[in-house]
Structure formats: structure tokens, C-alpha cells
């Protein structure tokens, strides 16, 4: 055969292959899939405790050091030191202590929705996705949408709105580490609360844990946290994660 008679033959192959890899590529896993995925990494990673330290600064204010440890599938404690005290929050399960160091009879307040209990700090894994899809449900995200966008220049899927939609409560999940880097809630008075968790993958933090976290409230940074270095199965004292006497 001629090479003018191959020419042909040639450009309808490329368009099959073409069509057929747009295909594959626009392929979605179903919501349910995704976030039962996050939980099998997780798994994967199998630490019992992880320590994170580094630096926060709420809104313009001078940053403050932080501490936190995680100990996996029970509590996660934060400690940002401040000028003459510390301030703590610790959550265990479903409840969550906010008090500074030496305060007594603190009353613990509900924490049944935590993008740190329910995902980065559980190792057990998730069958069906039952965890993460009530996580979802409370905040109102639409399991039906899915859909992708980028964080860090880095793929990620979308449950719950569009790329265009930043306004619709919504998780955005690292298509290679299987992490939540992105979570928009909306509350009742319309406010919207965007946690924003980058550099999973950094040096500091490997993919145990991002390098930096953001809250945007309505557009405007009102947190953030840089973590210097996240390492696994350090010690961590009991008394560290019991609920303030």
C-alpha cells in the first residue's frame, strides 16, 4: 500500500486512540470509591502516633510555635504557645476540650465533624465509605457530583461541585496521596469556611501530613499553620491525650 493510501487509515487510527484516551481520562470514580480510598492509604501508612511541629498565626497577628500529636484512630492534641500560656485544644472521638494549661472542670464540646479525626489521624479502614460519606452528609456535600481540579498544580477529585463552584460545601481529595487537601463549608448564616491543606508529599511532612494548612472565612485568610517537620511513632504521653481533669 501506498504511503498516500497509509495517510488516511493513519489519521482515523490516531482519532480512535485519541477519543478513546479522552475516555479513560474523564472517567470518574464514584464518590464513595474515592473516600474509601483515603481511608486504605491511610492504613497503608499504619502509624500509631504522629507529632507535627511548626508555626501558627491567626489572621495578621505574630506567629505562635504549635505542637500536635496525633494518637491514631483516638485523639489529636494542638498546642500553640503563646506569651505566658498555652492554649490547647484536644479532641478525642467525637468531643473536643478547648482550655489553656492548668484550667480545671473544662466541659468538652461536640467534635462529631473533624477533617483530622475522620480522615489524617484514622488508620482503621472504611468499608463502603460509611465514615467518610456521614462526615459528608453532615456538611451537607452532595455525593452525586464529581468532578476534577487541581491543587498545587497537583490532580485532585472533587466531591460535591464543580471547579467553578467555590462556594458549595465540598472535599477535595489528592488523586495520588488519597488525602484530603480542601474542604469549603457553608453554615447556616452563609458564611463560607475553606481549609486549605497543601504540601503533602514535602520533605517536612512526606505524605503523613501537609506542610501547611490555610482557612479562608468569605475570601480572606483568617489561619495558618506551617509544620516544620511531621514525624511518626515518636512517643506520645498518655496523660497528653486525657481529657482535662
Known amino acids: 500500500m501506498s504511503r498516500k493510501r497509509w495517510a488516511p487509515v493513519a489519521a482515523v487510527t490516531a482519532l480512535i486512540l485519541v477519543g478513546v484516551e479522552g475516555q479513560a481520562l474523564s472517567y470518574l470514580l464514584p ?12 492504613d497503608a501508612i499504619g502509624f500509631e502516633t504522629l507529632v507535627a511541629e511548626g508555626s501558627y498565626q491567626k489572621g495578621n497577628e505574630a506567629p505562635v510555635q504549635v505542637w500536635e500529636a496525633i494518637r491514631a484512630n483516638k485523639a489529636h492534641r494542638v498546642e500553640r504557645k503563646r506569651e505566658g500560656n498555652t492554649e490547647i ?9 478547648r482550655y489553656q494549661l492548668g484550667d480545671k472542670g473544662v466541659a468538652p464540646a461536640k467534635a462529631d465533624v473533624d477533617l483530622v479525626m475522620t480522615f489524617l489521624a484514622n488508620t482503621d ?13 453532615k456538611l451537607g456535600i452532595n455525593l452525586d457530583v464529581v468532578s476534577l481540579g487541581r491543587m498545587d498544580q497537583r490532580p485532585a477529585f472533587i466531591i460535591g461541585a464543580k471547579p467553578w463552584e467555590p462556594n458549595k460545601p465540598q472535599i477535595w481529595v489528592d488523586k495520588q496521596f488519597r488525602v484530603p487537601v480542601r474542604l469549603v463549608q457553608v453554615d447556616a448564616a452563609g458564611v463560607v469556611t475553606d481549609t486549605q491543606l497543601h504540601g503533602f508529599g514535602s520533605p517536612a511532612t512526606s505524605e503523613w501530613y501537609p506542610n501547611r494548612v490555610e482557612v479562608w472565612q468569605n475570601g480572606q485568610k483568617v489561619e495558618t499553620t506551617i509544620y516544620e517537620r511531621a514525624q511518626l511513632n515518636l512517643p506520645v504521653d498518655d496523660k497528653l491525650i486525657a481529657p482535662p481533669s
Open 89 to 97: 485544644t484536644l479532641t478525642v472521638g467525637a468531643r473536643r476540650w
Open 125 to 137: 479502614k472504611d468499608p463502603g465509605a460509611a465514615r467518610a460519606v456521614n462526615f459528608c452528609k
Open 31 to 42: 464518590a464513595e470509591a474515592i473516600l474509601a480510598s483515603i481511608a486504605n492509604r491511610r
